[in-house]
């Protein structure tokens, strides 16, 4: 199977002409996110100067990042992080900045799904645990921001991804592939029981 | 025992790293039952290749290095504290070396002190036994995959799940599907029947010492465990939960007495990255052999 590759700029076409079940490999700069950077922005905080999140991409990982010296990193571990406990936050996050992708694993729910729909942006699913394989498509870190305010996994690390390989599970016309599992899964199992 | 601490050094070291063999095979066994060109496929390659990565690079196999349960079967006389304090200062060197993420937080404060030592981590189950050997099993069990756990009270009417061993099978089924691949799937489910909300939950996580090639020697428990894997594996939930064949590789399950008034039924999941392995240590405390 070959993947499509998506690259940046994330315009909201590429988006669109996504759907639910394809692989893609993703090319360009994406901000690292989890919950003290997601509840910071839902309740009006401001990103630190630098930061271009707007048409952007927030991929939700706590990275293991060794720091070399000064400006210089290298990630040892970087596989994405559940995706749920940001449902509360993330469809407004997507409006304020027309965010294009969210990087994560296990999926989201329906607010996020009609942001999605909405804003013109997908949920992409990477493979949870890959730590190695995934640090390996991080060609480079290119700044850390809050680290000081919210620690190290918690900061907003701006990372050049490569080929970063993910499945869309959510897209922008209001399919989730985690609604059909769900539904079809549990419709098999009446059947089996 | 002065060999002590740098054998459970290793012993955290391989178990972060490396993947026990059963799993192993398990898991290369569920890539092959994919089709090819399909995203399950492609999710299960990853897995394979990570898992390839970190044994030779000798890093975490997941950046989730989970919470830390150290199983000990010794002979009567062993210095039990000295053991604790020598598996607390092993994983403080452990985390040091990179070997485990600072994974460890006080629930009140927030604070991560980046040691991964506090009250209950790691957690140390000992048990004498008359046996001279002293055997280490350890278990690094993720955080997302726990997070999909369960426990039922039976009965559960909504699931038609009454005080049997069908509606044990209606509960443990019910688990996988809540799961789905939130749990990162393909994984391994541990269940006790019986026993209280807290003993329950212990011996269900004892079931991922088992080999997954095992077969349970009670007749009844083996048929529920195959059954409850075959059945797992036509809901199309799939790795990742992205659909496909292989929804969980394997299933374990224990029974400990209840009283008459409580029947639970407690699932832990372990995720795909299944990470348990042991050691045989000699009476200086060397590793003598592999368990796994
Ligand atoms: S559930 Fe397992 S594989 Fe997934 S992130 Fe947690 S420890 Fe890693």
Redesign the interface.
């Known amino acids: ?1 070959n ?1 499509i590759q998506l690259e940046a700029p994330f315009s909201e076409d590429k988006i669109r002409s996504l759907r639910v ?1 394809d ?1 893609v490999e993703i090319t360009g700069v994406v901000y690292t996110g989890r919950d003290a950077v997601h509840k910071h922005l839902h309740e009006g905080g401001d990103l630190p100067p630098g930061i271009r999140l707007t048409e952007g991409m927030i991929y939700h990982c ?3 990042v060794l720091t070399d010296g000064p400006s210089q990193w290298r990630v ?4 994405p ?2 995706s ?1 406990r940001e449902e509360p936050y993330q469809a407004d996050i997507i409006r304020r900045f027309r965010l294009r992708g969210v990087i994560g ?3 989201m729910g329906a607010r996020t799904l009609v942001a999605c729909k909405e804003t013109g942006c997908a949920y992409f ?1 990477a ?7 995934l640090a ?1 498509r991080i060609r480079k870190v290119r700044n850390v921001y809050f680290e000081r305010e919210f ?1 190290s996994p918690e900061a907003i690390w701006e990372i050049e991804i490569e080929r970063f ?1 993910v ?1 869309v ?1 959510m897209d922008a016309h209001g399919d989730s ?2 609604q ?3 539904d ?3 419709a ?2 009446a059947k ?2 | 025992m002065s060999g002590l601490k740098p054998s459970l050094v290793e012993l955290i070291r391989r178990t972060s790293a490396e993947m026990p063999s059963d799993v192993q095979e398990a898991i290369l066994g569920a890539l092959e039952q994919e089709a ?4 399950a ?3 299960m390659e ?2 394979e ?2 898992i390839q ?2 044994r030779h ?1 000798s ?6 290095t989970g919470s830390i349960h150290f199983y000990v079967d010794a002979p009567i006389g062993m210095d039990w504290p000295g053991f604790e304090e020598a598996a607390r200062e092993a994983v403080m060197e452990a985390t040091r070396k ?1 070997h485990l ?1 600072q994974n460890s937080v006080d629930p009140i404060t927030g604070m ?1 002190d980046g040691t991964n030592v506090g009250p209950g981590s790691p957690a140390v189950h000992l048990h004498a036994w008359r046996s001279p050997e002293t055997q280490v099993r350890l278990l690094l069990k ?1 955080g ?1 995959c726990e ?1 999909v756990g369960a426990q039922y009270s039976l009965p559960v009417e909504g699931l ?1 799940a009454s005080r049997d061993l069908e509606g044990c099978r ?1 509960a443990i ?2 688990a996988v ?1 809540q799961a ?3 749990g ?1 799937g393909p994984g391994v489910l541990g269940v006790c029947i019986g026993g209280d909300r807290a003993t329950g939950y212990e011996h269900s996580k004892r079931q991922f010492l088992r080999l997954l090639s095992d077969r349970n020697p009670l007749p009844e428990l083996d048929r529920l465990e195959q059954d409850v894997l075959r ?1 797992a594996n ?5 790795p ?4 496909g064949k292989t929804t969980l590789l394997g299933v374990k399950i224990g029974a400990l007495n209840r009283v008459p008034a409580s029947y639970f039924v407690s699932v832990s999941y372990m ?3 299944f990470r348990r392995q042991g050691v045989v240590l000699n009476p200086a405390g060397d590793i003598q052999e592999w368990l796994y």
């Open positions: 199977m993947p079940g692989a706590g990275p293991v040892v571990a970087a596989g992080t559940t749920a694993k296990g999926g699913h493979v949870g645990g890959a730590a190695q394989v390996e620690g390989p499945v599970t592939l985690h059909r599992v769900l079809s899964s549990k098999l199992l089996y029981l | 090819r060109g399909t995203i496929r492609s999710a990853i897995i290749r990570n990565m970190a690079r890093q975490p196999i997941c950046q989730d990179g993420r991560n993720g997302g997070n038609k209606r089924l019910d599907v789905q691949g939130k990162c059945t036509q809901l199309g939930i799939g990742m939960g992205f659909g995720c795909w990255a």
